[in-house]
């Protein structure tokens, strides 16, 4: 499934030594909010701090501070549970178009019955923004939110196919190119190949690269501010070569509506 596979863990270990310039205390309060997400959104104590590797008594004194600023929830058993506030913080921390995107997308499924993605670079990684997930019953879907590499994502090789080759070749020493599938790309001269395949055809193509037998078409979005892009993503025996055509067609358009979008939010900023 498309962005399902390799996310990678907490940026820091909950338990050791935080990096130079790092406070550990923040470090493992958002380790235990990361691991209350995992875990589908609630846990015991004693589940969180197995996960984060914390001491229960420390895992418990910075749940209690979570809980007091309202990021956490005590449920009535005394497991715990991502609290209310943390909506309104994603809800700003949504990029300014996902909401925009989701009729697009809404039409992207509508047409082909397979999921539909909307996708920005956040950092080195692929967040997913939007989507809207096939109403098939064998589908592939992500989360909202979630964050993975970019190299074995459609999405991921649409945006990067856009940036110079040294700031790819960059992000790809600071990330490396980790195998999935026996089809991952994990040589460093074939993947910037397949970018300049990508950039000549007008799309990106995740063949089975991330998950085994799924296959996702996508294409960058210009104008937003940041890399960008949208993609179908299904079943390799659905998504055909004779279907690619048609897809990346609809991506084109879809693609186009977005940065016209994006052009018509700055102008109406400026006025």
């Known amino acids: 499934m498309e962005g399902t596979a390799a996310t990678p863990g907490p940026r820091t270990p909950s338990s050791g030594t935080a990096p130079a310039g790092t406070v550990q205390s923040v470090a493992r309060a958002f380790s235990l909010l990361e691991a209350l997400s995992a875990s589908g959104g609630e846990a015991s104590l004693a589940s969180i701090a197995a996960r984060t590797g914390l001491a229960v008594p420390t895992a418990h004194r910075l749940l209690g501070?979570?809980?007091?600023?309202?990021?956490?929830?005590?449920?009535?058993?005394?497991r715990y549970a991502l609290g209310a506030s943390l909506i309104s913080l994603g809800r700003h921390a949504v990029p300014p178009l996902a909401d925009a995107a989701q009729p697009l997308l809404r039409r992207l499924e509508d047409r082909f019955h397979e999921t539909a993605n909307f996708a920005v670079l956040d950092g080195d990684l692929v967040l997913y923004a939007g989507q809207v997930a096939s109403r098939q019953r064998m589908r592939m879907f992500t989360?909202?939110?979630?964050?993975?590499?970019?190299?074995?994502?459609?999405?991921?090789?649409?945006m990067l196919s856009t940036m110079p080759e040294r700031q790819v070749r960059a992000l790809i020493t600071r990330t490396g190119l980790p195998r999935f599938t026996p089809q991952t790309i994990t040589d460093e001269e074939a993947f910037i190949t397949d970018l300049r395949r990508a950039r000549g055809r007008g799309f990106a193509a995740d063949d089975s690269e991330q998950e085994v037998g799924v296959r996702c078409i996508a294409v960058s979005v210009q104008g937003l501010g940041q890399p960008a892009a949208v993609s179908v993503s299904g079943p390799a025996a659905r998504?055909?070569?004779?279907?690619?055509?048609?897809?990346?067609?609809?991506?084109?358009?879809?693609?186009?509506?977005?940065?016209?979008l994006a052009a018509e939010r700055v102008g109406a900023d400026k006025v």
Not at 66 to 73: A, I, N, P, T
Not at 143 to 158: C, D, M, Q, Y
Not at 242 to 257: D, G, I, P, S
């Open 65 to 78: 501070t979570l809980h007091h600023l309202g990021y956490v929830r005590q449920l009535e058993d005394r």
């Open 239 to 260: 998504i055909t070569d004779a279907t690619v055509v048609e897809v990346v067609r609809a991506l084109h358009e879809a693609a186009a509506e977005l940065t016209e």
């Open 143 to 158: 989360e909202i939110g979630r964050r993975v590499l970019p190299h074995s994502t459609g999405v991921g090789k649409a």
